[in-house]
């Protein structure tokens, strides 16, 4: 089993729509979740932390439900520069952090 | 401000040829360093971590290999590319201590032919 795992997707809403996708993840002494964005070819860039039951910034809210093993990510109001890869990373408890695949979102005019 | 550095940022080279990846940190001190590679379609799979000057730590026998020659300067290498070492590759950083939040190099497109 893989040790964080996404729904690849693509996602394709219209602007304005709500999405929202979810990643799982195996190691049950996870502390730390985080959401990343990657555009094309570009380097992956930290969107938000995920701590206890989860946090919101602005158009985004992630969610952790510690007892399923699953992290959620939802984007309201999208913009079409919400384009994007969505990476759900898990902290493995030492030095490295494990990536999902990434999840596809694309939001049309 | 922090700052990473990554180059180049595409290379291609033949089957056989030698490789080297240079990553520099700036702006903070004894940073933890990260290689990651990324296939099409997958997700980020980690190479080589170091925590300090020499200090390497591989994750999955390969045909690469890393060095710490400075307290900011990562190198990945490779005495002779293989086909299946075609990726993009990615060097990041993260304060000392742990890998809370990582923050990366622009990425390398490496096409090996």
């Known amino acids: 089993r893989k040790e964080v795992e996404q729904d690849p997707g693509p996602f394709n809403v219209p602007e304005g729509a709500t999405v929202a996708f979810n990643c799982t993840y195996s190691?049950?002494?996870?502390?730390?979740f985080f959401w990343y964005r990657q555009d094309c070819r570009k380097e992956p860039k930290l969107l938000m932390s995920?701590?206890?039951s989860g946090n919101e910034d602005g158009r985004f809210t992630a969610q952790l439900n510690r007892a399923s093993q699953y992290i959620s990510l939802l984007i309201r109001d999208s913009k079409l520069s919400d384009s994007a890869t969505y990476l759900c990373v898990v902290n493995r408890n030492d030095y490295k952090l494990s990536f999902g695949a990434g999840t596809t979102v694309t939001v049309r005019a | 401000s922090q700052t990473i550095h990554q180059w180049p940022a595409t290379l291609v080279q033949p089957v056989g040829s030698p490789l080297s990846l240079e990553c520099t940190v700036e702006?903070?001190?004894?940073?933890?360093l990260y290689w990651y590679r990324q296939a099409a379609g997958r997700g980020l799979q980690l190479l080589f971590y170091?925590?300090?000057?020499?200090?390497i730590s591989s994750e999955v026998p390969q045909n690469l290999s890393a060095s710490r020659p400075q307290d900011r300067q990562f190198i990945l290498s490779s005495k002779k590319l293989l086909l299946s070492d075609s990726g993009f590759y990615l060097c990041?950083?993260?304060?000392?201590?742990?890998?809370?939040?990582?923050?990366f190099g622009s990425g390398t497109q490496l096409s090996v032919l």
């Open positions: 995920v701590y206890s």
């Open positions: 170091s925590v300090g000057i020499g200090q």
């Open positions: 990041a950083w993260s304060g000392p201590g742990g890998s809370e939040k990582l923050f």
């Open positions: 702006g903070t001190s004894n940073p933890n």
């Open positions: 190691n049950s002494a996870s502390q730390s």
